[in-house]
């Protein structure tokens, strides 16, 4: 019963490279969501999906993209990696818009 | 505008006192669903209850409780006798109708000492 499964779950990255956090789901859930954590702030929303092939901006978006090709995929993509951009990130499931969230175990990054 | 205020930075008790984490929020709509998260220092995300807006009624799971008050906008957490376990970060968590609006607390640090 894996759930919600991000990978990696630590990455150290230099300014200005790009990579992406994976994350995938086996609960069928058509509301997937990507947050960050940083200390004192809580999470915050940067992209979130409705569905496969639907995705849309949330609080922080910038310098992030997303793609929602299958329902149970939805990999987050740095640019350009930036030293503001060091911090944990955590996807999300959902089963409708307004239940729980199901997060993934969360990516430690840190760039330098 | 949305806000989403835990005033507890952190708090530390003593195993089997009891502790209540506060949460306040704020929002003009009159339909929204209320969250609290656990975090133990594992780093995981771990649901522990929804509320809507209508439904006023406090709730009890065991050692928890939480008691919602639409007239002072907030939702407040209790855990009896509270147990090492409990040793984690806990977030409030307000979400409007529409799926991209979500507002996390900072988040309150709880500490249960033997």
């Known amino acids: 019963n894996a759930g919600v499964t991000q990978t990696p779950k630590f990455q150290v990255l230099k300014t200005g490279q790009s990579m992406t956090l994976q994350c995938a789901q086996d609960m069928n859930h058509e509301y997937m969501s990507w947050y960050r954590q940083d200390p004192g702030m809580g999470l915050r929303l940067i992209h979130y999906s409705v569905g496969a092939g639907i995705t849309d901006q949330g609080e922080v978006p910038n310098g992030y993209n997303v793609s929602r090709s299958t329902t149970e995929d939805f990999p987050l993509r740095l640019l350009s990696a930036a030293p503001s951009q060091t911090s944990v990130y955590f996807c999300a499931s959902n089963p409708s818009p307004y239940g729980e969230a199901f997060f993934g175990q969360g990516t430690r990054l840190t760039v330098v | ?114």
Do not use: H, M
Request: proline content about 4%; hydrophobic content about 35%; aromatic content about 14%.
């Open chain 2, 1 to 114: 505008a949305q806000k989403v205020t835990q005033a507890q930075t952190e708090i530390s008790v003593v195993e089997k006192e009891d502790v209540t984490l506060d949460c306040v929020y704020e929002t003009r709509d009159t339909t929204y669903y209320l969250f609290w998260y656990k975090q133990p220092p594992s780093g995981e995300l771990v649901f522990l209850i929804r509320r809507n807006s209508f439904d006023e009624q406090n709730e009890i799971s065991g050692r928890y409780s939480w008691n919602f008050q639409k007239s002072t906008s907030s939702f407040n957490f209790t855990i009896t006798a509270s147990q090492v376990v409990d040793s984690a970060v806990y977030f409030c968590a307000l979400r409007r109708l529409s799926y991209d609006k979500v507002i996390f607390g900072p988040g309150t640090s709880l500490s249960v000492i033997p």
